[in-house]
């Protein structure tokens, strides 16, 4: 199995620029998880998708970012119009369901530097 | 959410076992206690996760508290690649919440050779 596969995994921006980044689950996985991770706040969740379905997107800082799941095997995570601050890395996790015995499995993570 | 406690960094020898310790007093009935670890520059990977009875599988051990309100995850043996960040989450099987992983800032874990 090819794990959680994102992409890019790094990307380099200037502020004001639109970045997309890409996630592919485990094959067979219907739960969906993007999370950021930054020195200040650590790992935290942005939102998680269940059947491909948005289910809690509280953590989205604000209107700037969006995610979409349009089928099974796919995912992005928009940012636009970037800003420095949304320098982080994010990851994409994937699970074979939602309860608490669930194990997530994490992609390598997307590095993003917005100049 | 009920929290957890953990140093925020811990020393090993290599070879030699080591215990990380993790503190969730406020620890529901339904809670189960979950362990992540995350390497240098990747996402994070499970570890093991237990409700009531210690458990063991390939990785580690973890020792849960009679009273629950602390656990201790073993490494039997360090190694260099065992250094990383040791995350001890909660999570409740009544919990609506889809199974979202709240990470506190763990325990740095490092490897002496």
């Known amino acids: 199995d090819a794990g959680v596969i994102q992409s890019p995994r790094h990307e380099v921006t200037e502020m004001g620029q639109e970045v997309t980044l890409r996630c592919k689950p485990i094959?067979?996985?219907?739960?969906l998880f993007w999370y950021r991770q930054t020195m200040m706040r650590g790992l935290e969740l942005l939102i998680y998708?269940?059947?491909?379905?948005?289910?809690?997107d509280s953590g989205m800082p604000e209107d700037r970012f969006s995610a979409k799941m349009p089928n099974a095997s796919f995912s992005t995570l928009k940012i636009q119009p970037s800003e420095p601050r949304d320098s982080a890395v994010y990851f994409c996790?994937?699970?074979?369901?939602?309860?608490?015995?669930?194990?997530?499995?994490f992609g390598p993570g997307t590095r993003l530097l917005v100049l | 959410d009920a929290k957890t406690t953990q140093p925020n960094s811990m020393e090993s020898n290599e070879e030699e076992p080591v215990h990380l310790p993790c503190n969730h007093s406020t620890i529901s009935g339904t809670d189960y206690i979950h362990w992540y670890r995350q390497l240098p520059s990747q996402g994070p990977e499970y570890v093991i996760h237990g409700l009531t009875s210690n458990v063991n599988n390939r990785m580690a051990s973890l020792a849960i508290a009679e009273d629950r309100k602390s656990s201790t995850l073993i490494l039997h043996r360090a190694t260099l690649r065992d250094a990383a960040v040791y995350y001890c989450?909660?999570?409740?099987?009544?919990?609506?919440?889809?199974?979202?992983?709240?990470f506190g800032q763990g325990t740095e874990l490092s490897v002496k050779p």
């Open positions: 094959s067979g996985h219907n739960s």
């Open positions: 998708f269940n059947n491909n379905v948005p289910i809690d």
């Open positions: 989450i909660l999570r409740d099987v009544e919990d609506n919440q889809g199974g979202k992983l709240i």
């Open positions: 996790a994937s699970s074979s369901g939602t309860g608490p015995m669930e194990t997530q499995y």
